[in-house]
């Protein structure tokens, strides 16, 4: 599964010899085009960072292997390599950034704050926006991601501003399934732009003579993310974060009712709480398996502190990126690298990769960005996010070096900054999700325990990715996508995988929610100075336990924390499955590993850590 993961989302075409790169060749590209963009690493270090990633013990970012040392980097800068960012939609403007930024395979955050979106103007009456298969419409749309971008903005101004109606042909735009030269992957077709604005056009109709609502601009904004990923290989992550007392925001994903537009599985939903008490009951409804589940965000504890119990003020912080591990400013992009702490032999070795990321990540820091207030705060805060994974899997010995290494990182930081004439970076560490990078080494993700001792790793694919067929003839089980309304979606493809945990793996039957509570509660404080992203699993019996464990740790130790049951959460095809050993050994006797898996991806754009806006454990 890592193999072929790792062809579809990081592996590269080399034209000149007719097939993709294989692993070694990405590290190479990787470490040169790091050097490229700024990074000071001497031929000794850049040879001791092939060797850590070549053997599995660290990673850049998902985005850095998948981009670094390309034309693309010279293109779009910072864009390129970086994951993720955070909006507050108080304009036009900020939905042009969330399209740009997603079509460019970030994810994003976005606020629906009551006082964010009261900025937004009342919608006008007697706009029609109309497509028309005509080369004499009033907009010709470019077959360009600026070109999308530039139809919402007259289809928003429409409604917000000039109240005027105009007509608009897509005659240019490439079918479904053309590839996609730029980024790789294929394209979408007109058939999604059409459909999406079509959808936000209704959503404005129905706020005619009024403000929109924090459940309007969530819908837009997943129709948004509806549009960039519909046929293509892209991914569109995105966190709505809504205030703590927004019933509507709150019943938002409330599937069981049987009437959610099928768009709002396109983000995960988590409400502001700077206090436990902020918390409503009506929030807990989701969590019986008939809706679900909202994470919770502890703004006030992520602008005050760093590691819980070292005060290090970051009042820029506006939001979260979409699986929650860095709290981040307004149009701020997070930065990356993981350290596979299980494939780790010393606290020295842990120390240098630890460095060696550092040099990659900072230079990053230094890119532009399409948009001034990215690059502007970006470059105020150089804030990077340094992750470990496979933490369950690791020993006491493992474990106690992350106190320590922080100290060790944080201290490098202070010498390398002042040096090089370049602000310290505001935060450092982190806890990523891990989905998509921890298949390489075959390492549980994050903070997370292993879903269970077998189960099926479910991976999507785009229908026109040939990567399909070679997992279908080999002899995986591929099936078409399928929603949160049950309909089936033939322009994706999910690849289903037998999968058996590490025997030192630490099982998720085997740890109850508050286990796993505590195990944040810990990284924070020893590790991250961000936030640790965690998807908790849970049972129903569980939850007051849950309750009663967040009214005495919430306010003082949790940054960030979503949940979702463990079994009966009512998604179709999620990405775990608990299986018996009976049922693995049956799936893995109709796997044929002597069919070879070519190196021919089409290249995802965002680690599937994020995949339909959720983070892995969904």
């Avoid at 709150?250 to 409400?271: C, D, E, F, H, V």
């Avoid at 020993?395 to 090089?420: I, K, P, T």
């Avoid at 990078?437 to 229908?463: D, E, K, M, N």
């Avoid at 289903?496 to 796993?516: R, Y």
Wanted: hydrophobic share 35%.
């Amino acid at each position: 599964m890592g193999e072929i993961v790792y062809l579809r989302t990081y592996s590269r075409s080399i034209p000149e010899l007719g097939r993709n790169e294989m692993w070694p060749e990405t590290i190479q590209r990787c470490i040169n085009g790091a050097v490229e963009i700024g990074a000071e690493l001497s031929q000794e270090e850049a040879e001791k960072l092939f060797d850590h990633m070549f053997n599995l013990r660290c990673s850049l970012s998902g985005r850095s292997l998948w981009q670094l040392g390309t034309q693309l980097v010279k293109k779009f800068n910072g864009t390129s390599l970086n994951n993720c960012y955070f909006t507050s939609i108080e304009s036009v403007e900020d939905f042009e950034l969330l399209f740009d930024y997603l079509m460019l395979g970030g994810g994003v955050g976005f606020s629906v704050e009551r006082s964010k979106i009261h900025e937004l103007p009342k919608v006008k009456s007697g706009v029609t926006i109309t497509h028309e298969r005509t080369n004499d419409a009033d907009i010709i749309v470019p077959d360009s991601r600026g070109g999308w971008r530039r139809l919402l903005h007259s289809v928003l101004k429409s409604y917000f501003t000039t109240g005027k109606s105009f007509s608009y042909s897509t005659l240019l735009i490439r079918e479904f399934g053309a590839p996609l030269s730029t980024f790789g992957g294929t394209a979408s077709g007109p058939g999604a732009l059409i459909d999406g604005i079509s959808d936000i056009c209704k959503v404005m109709e129905n706020r005619v003579g009024k403000k929109l609502r924090s459940i309007d601009v969530l819908d837009i904004c997943n129709i948004i993310g509806r549009i960039v990923v519909s046929g293509s290989s892209r991914r569109s992550a995105q966190i709505a974060i809504g205030d703590p007392d927004d019933i509507l925001f709150l019943r938002a994903k409330n599937w069981g009712t049987g009437n959610i537009p099928g768009w709002r599985a396109n983000s995960n939903n988590s409400i502001y709480a700077d206090a436990y008490e902020e918390i409503m009951p009506e929030l807990w409804k989701g969590y019986d398996g008939s809706g679900e589940p909202y994470g919770l965000l502890n703004r006030r504890l992520a602008r005050s502190y760093g590691r819980v119990g070292e005060r290090k003020s970051d009042p820029s912080v506006e939001g979260f990126n979409p699986c929650a591990e860095i709290a981040l400013a307004d149009g701020e992009s997070c930065n990356l690298a993981t350290i596979f702490l299980p494939s780790i032999e010393s606290f020295e070795q842990f120390c240098e990769i630890s460095e060696l990321l550092y040099k990659v990540q900072k230079a990053i820091t230094s890119l532009d960005y399409p948009y001034e207030k990215t690059t502007t705060i970006t470059r105020k805060n150089r804030r990077l996010g340094q992750s470990v994974t496979g933490i369950l899997q690791c020993s006491e010995e493992q474990l106690a070096w992350l106190s320590l290494g922080y100290e060790n990182l944080r201290a490098f930081d202070v010498a390398y900054s002042a040096e090089h004439g370049v602000p310290e970076s505001i935060r450092l560490t982190t806890v990523q999700p891990s989905g998509t990078l921890s298949l390489l080494p075959g390492q549980t993700p994050g903070i997370h325990p292993a879903f269970a001792r077998y189960y099926i790793r479910r991976v999507r694919f785009s229908s026109a990715d040939p990567l399909v067929e070679s997992c279908r003839k080999r002899g995986y089980n591929v099936v078409p996508e399928v929603g949160i309304d049950g309909r089936e979606d033939h322009t994706k493809w999910v690849v289903e995988f037998p999968a058996e945990s590490p025997e030192n793996a630490v099982l998720a039957k085997d740890m109850t929610a508050i286990d796993q509570l505590e195990w944040v509660k810990r990284l924070q404080a020893e590790w991250a100075d961000n936030a640790v992203s965690v998807t908790v699993y849970y049972r129903k019996e569980e939850l007051s336990e849950i309750k009663d464990w967040l009214s005495k740790n919430y306010d003082k130790h949790i940054k960030s924390v979503s949940f979702l049951l463990h079994s009966d959460h009512n998604f179709p095809l999620p990405p775990y499955e608990e299986i018996s050993k009976e049922e693995y050994e049956r799936m893995l006797s109709k796997v044929d590993f002597s069919i070879s898996i070519a190196p021919n991806a089409s290249g995802d754009l965002l680690d599937e850590s994020c995949a339909t806006g959720a983070c892995p454990v969904r």
